[in-house]
């Protein structure tokens, strides 16, 4: 066997592990989800808010009549939904930062980030005072 196939198989490998990996985590995160949307003081089954989905996705514009859809729809999954896009944000944002200065241990400080941050977490405030 040469070098070259050798290699070949190798990474090959590494693909089907990257990809094992990443599917193993996405089921992780689905969990995660599931339960975080079922898990409060009244406690809604997996199952049942997997029939209040594929019901509201079947017909959006039915009335929610018991209390475990209005607040599986209207309560939690806004919540987690919102958690979840803004911890990948989150992520999205360390990884630029690793990217740019090739660094895996580079925090806020490096470009000043964290002296801007209350800026940035008054400015809605700010226009959503009246008058």
């Known amino acids: 066997m040469s070098d070259v196939t050798a290699g070949t198989r190798l990474h090959g490998g590494a693909g089907v592990l990257r990809a094992g990996v990443f599917a193993g985590l996405l089921a992780a995160l689905f969990a995660a989800l599931v339960f975080a949307i079922g898990a409060g003081r009244f406690a809604v089954s997996p199952g049942r808010i997997a029939e209040i989905i594929v019901t509201y996705i079947a ?8 209390i475990d859809e209005r607040i599986v729809l209207l309560v939690r999954m806004p919540r987690v939904l919102i958690a979840a896009v803004s911890g990948a944000a989150l992520a999205v944002g360390g990884a630029a930062l690793q990217g740019v200065f090739r660094n895996p241990l580079v925090s806020q400080q490096v470009l000043g980030i964290s002296q801007g941050q209350p800026l940035a977490g008054h400015w809605p405030f700010c226009w959503a005072m009246p008058g």
Do not use: F, G, R
Request: hydrophobic share 25%.
């Open 59 to 66: 017909s959006p514009s039915a009335p929610l009549d018991n």
